[in-house]
T-cell receptor
Framework: QKEVEQNSGPLSVPEGAIASLNCTYS??????FFWYRQYSGKSPELIMF????GDKEDGRFTAQLNKASQYVSLLIRDSQPSDSATYLC???????????FGPGTRLSVLP | DGGITQSPKYLFRKEGQNVTLSCEQN?????MYWYRQDPGQGLRLIYY???????QKGDIAEGYSVSREKKESFPLTVTSAQKNPTAFYLC?????????FGQGTRLTVV
């Protein structure tokens, strides 16, 4: 099955801590991966994308991709209460041109 | 400003009624998508279109229909055949890379 899996949470971390969000996928044809943040009642907004194995950093966010293990993660450093949201992992394969989303992980950053 | 506009923001449907959700983009994107999101759930693909006058069914197309007569527009009709249409509907577009989302339409059956 060409699915994306995430732990639904909630994941609770104290303010200032590192939040670690994980995602696995089953389709080895997947070429690109995306992390979206979605606040309750709002549409998803892109946090980061990653195409190559390894780490990619953008401010407080780091995406990690391991294609051999079919694993993508998002680290949020110095977590803030405003980071409290649902984080959606998505993959896209060049053949299908579609996006497949995971169920999302709900993050709660406690003041 | 460039972006994707969905309307209306809230929509109420009576039993047995067809309703159409609007999605317009001025990003010059070729690909457009419709997703459905139920409470606490991820996004499920309803229909997608890679080019004008062509579209494909997604995972949950039953009870829905679309058209793609213009590059900028990809309306979704929720027909009376969709027995449980209450959900949050999201339209997205893409050219390469990430998908850009509209603000969403919340549909409720009354």
């Amino acid at each position: 099955q060409k699915e994306v899996e995430q732990n639904s949470g909630p994941l609770s971390v104290p303010e200032g801590a590192i939040a670690s969000l994980n995602c696995t996928y089953s389709d080895r044809g997947s070429q690109s991966f995306f992390w979206y943040r979605q606040y309750s009642g709002k549409s998803p907004e892109l946090i980061m994308f990653i195409y190559s194995n390894g780490d990619k950093e953008d401010g407080r966010f780091t995406a990690q991709l391991n294609k051999a293990s079919q694993y993508v993660s998002l680290l949020i450093r110095d977590s803030q209460p405003s980071d409290s949201a649902t984080y959606l992992c998505a993959r896209r394969d060049n053949y299908g041109q579609n996006f497949v989303f995971g169920p999302g992980t709900r993050l709660s950053v406690l003041p | 400003d460039g972006g994707i506009t969905q309307s209306p923001k809230y929509l109420f449907r009576k039993e047995g009624q067809n309703v159409t959700l609007s999605c317009e983009q001025n990003l010059n994107h070729d690909a457009m998508y419709w997703y459905r999101q139920d409470p606490g759930q991820g996004l499920r693909l309803i229909y997608y279109s890679q080019i004008v006058n062509d579209f494909q069914k997604g995972d949950i197309a039953e009870g829905y229909s679309v058209s793609r007569e213009k590059k900028e527009s990809f309306p979704l009709t929720v027909t009376s055949a969709q027995k449980n249409p209450t959900a949050f509907y999201l339209c997205a577009s893409s050219i390469e890379g990430e998908a850009f989302f509209g603000q969403g339409t919340r549909l409720t059956v009354v």
